[in-house]
């Protein structure tokens, strides 16, 4: 099964994270130094994916600026013996191919994939991910979910356990039926559920591989009467519903939603804590504030030296 494409939806307004998001799109959120994105498209990268169908809107602009060489600047670090700074961001610009489609309203999740279905051979198998879900494990969270559907031959979504009281905020699987302690086929999808109508603990989170014939089964859902948009979760019911196989396969790895101030908070202490460089000055941070040496505890004291 080849799967060489991956579709990006990030047209949504990111209201979560108001009002920095009213000139800058959430995607370009730093990451240490680098944005959100970028992790997204090292794991595809990592996955041998290497086609980019970007769904955008009005104001993000700064995604396609961002993975576009800029002469200047290189020429400009070139002087100075500092090419080392992009090098990285350059290879992937080299590596990798990036389309970019308007989604004119944000209508629903299912709408902006439907923005790329031209773009999509019958019978061919894609990925998706959702930008806001950074997911750093061992083995790319896209590639285990490759794995999966090359193997069974079928779509399969990513999914974790979580906590009962957390589950309303999460696209929620029903399952049809277990075939190891990680992988499930899926009867359907409830989007949003109250924690007593929960079918499972297992929430969709942001990757997908899927087949064509979710577009079909969009179309055959429409608008969603209760909220007015495209759902994707509805399309995958449907095509479960359409016989299609669908399963579900718990990802290895840490997740982190920084489509909120707070999950970007913690992905940003959790990466700075890993990364060589980042991590003995977070620790040292992180263990002074918890001191009553700490500027934070003393208000009175006079401004302290950070590095
Ligand atoms: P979310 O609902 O989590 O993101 O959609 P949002 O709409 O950007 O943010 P909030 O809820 O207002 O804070 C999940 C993903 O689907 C994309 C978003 O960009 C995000 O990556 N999306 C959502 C679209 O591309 N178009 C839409 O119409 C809706």
Not at 88 to 108: C, H, M, T, V
Not at 151 to 166: F, G, H, K, L, W
Not at 259 to 279: F, R
Request: a neutral charge; one cysteine or more.
């Amino acid at each position: 099964m080849d799967i060489s494409k991956v579709i990006i939806p990030a047209a949504g307004l990111g209201t979560r994270f108001l009002p920095y998001t009213k000139a800058i799109p959430k995607e370009m959120l730093p990451l240490l130094n680098k944005p959100a994105i970028q992790y997204i498209i090292q794991e595809a990268l990592a996955s041998q994916v290497e086609q980019f169908l970007m769904i955008t809107s009005k104001g993000k602009n700064a995604i396609a600026d961002y993975f576009d060489t800029d002469p200047s600047l290189e020429l400009f670090l070139q002087e100075r013996n500092k090419s080392g700074l992009i090098q990285d961001l350059n290879k992937i610009i080299r590596s990798a191919n990036f389309s970019y489609i308007r989604q004119p309203e944000p209508l629903g999740l299912g709408h902006a994939i439907c923005m790329a279905r031209h773009a999509i051979a019958p019978k061919e198998y894609f990925g998706v991910m959702l930008p806001d879900d950074i997911i750093i494990g061992q083995v790319p969270a896209l590639l285990q979910l490759m794995r999966i559907a090359r193997q069974e031959r079928a779509s399969v979504i990513a999914v974790q356990e979580v906590p009962e009281e957390y589950i309303s905020m999460y696209g929620v699987v029903s399952i049809k039926k277990q075939f190891t302690p990680n992988l499930f086929q899926v009867a359907s999808l409830v989007e949003k559920p109250q924690k007593k109508d929960a079918p499972s603990n297992l929430a969709i989170i942001g990757r997908y591989v899927l087949s064509q014939k979710l577009f079909k089964a969009l179309d055959e859902v429409g608008f969603n009467q209760d909220h007015g948009e495209i759902q994707l979760t509805d399309g995958i019911t449907q095509m479960s519903k359409n016989n299609e196989k669908v399963f579900a396969y718990k990802v290895q790895g840490s997740r982190f939603d920084v489509g909120t101030p707070i999950g970007w908070i913690k992905a940003l202490i959790s990466l700075a804590s890993q990364d060589p460089y980042y991590a003995p000055h977070i620790k040292e941070f992180l263990t002074d504030l918890n001191t009553t040496n700490s500027f934070v505890y003393d208000r009175t004291k006079n401004l302290t030296h950070t590095v």
